[in-house]
């Protein structure tokens, strides 16, 4: 499911036209994202809601935090950047996120950050492409959806 109103709101930015950068610097301006947007776009709070789900379902079989596998949408050379160093640097991953919509579009997919959790399976959080006729798919803006 998408379980991040914040990077529901960034994708669905991307996917009309906007650069990475400019959105992720509205969506801090708006109060979309943390302070520090490097808490939302981690991938870590999307991991810690898919770990309470898994378990509300199937109990501690899907393990610890430390076992899911999280995409962090910032390079971990940005972790340590200041606050706004990293928002400075934010423009070199406009380009990485454009390719990304564009391949999506390519096969008639939409972009979407989600939490795939599966029976004895390892959790995976990150960008997944999802048919554009799935219920991922027909989300805009903060909307999030649990399937």
């Known amino acids: 499911g998408q379980l991040s109103g914040t990077l529901g709101y960034i994708l669905s930015a991307l996917e009309g036209g906007g650069r990475f950068s400019d959105i992720v610097a509205e969506a801090k301006s708006l109060g979309f994202t ?12 999307v ?45 070199e991953l406009d380009g990485y996120f454009a390719d990304k919509i564009s391949a999506a579009n390519a096969e008639g997919k939409k972009l979407r950050y989600a939490a795939v959790v599966e029976p004895n399976k390892t959790i995976q959080v990150g960008l997944q ?19």
Request: charge should be negative; glycine fraction near 6%.
């Open 34 to 45: 943390e302070p520090d947007p490097r808490d939302d776009l981690s991938g870590t709070d």
């Open 47 to 91: 991991a810690r809601k898919a770990m309470i789900l898994a378990r509300k379902f199937g109990g501690d079989a899907y393990g610890e935090m430390a076992d899911i596998v999280v995409e962090s949408l910032y390079p971990e050379e940005f972790a340590s950047l200041s606050l706004d160093e990293f928002m400075n640097r934010l423009p």
């Open 129 to 147: 492409m999802v048919p554009s006729d799935s219920p991922l798919a027909s989300l805009k803006g903060t909307d999030n959806l649990v399937s």
